[in-house]
């Protein structure tokens, strides 16, 4: 149970946090790499402008809690 509510709280975070780089126009986690060789060399001019703002990722988070502790309560 904990490990799905943090895998969606993650997910969720990171949406947040790249929706912000995109309305910013700054790509931190370069994506546009990943583009680079799929745009017209004379549209890369225009990548964060065009292309960046109107891109949807989605992102999955895979949790290992290996030292449980005290997340087990006493019935």
Known sequence: MIKK???G???DRFQRLFRKTQSLKADIFGVGQLFRSK???DRLDHWRTD???TIKMT???HVII???GLLKTKS
């Open 39 to 41: 745009i017209p060399r």
């Open 66 to 68: 290996q030292n449980e």
């Open 51 to 53: 292309y960046y703002p």
């Open 9 to 11: 709280m993650l997910a």
């Open 59 to 61: 992102i999955r988070f």
């Open 5 to 7: 509510e943090l895998e």
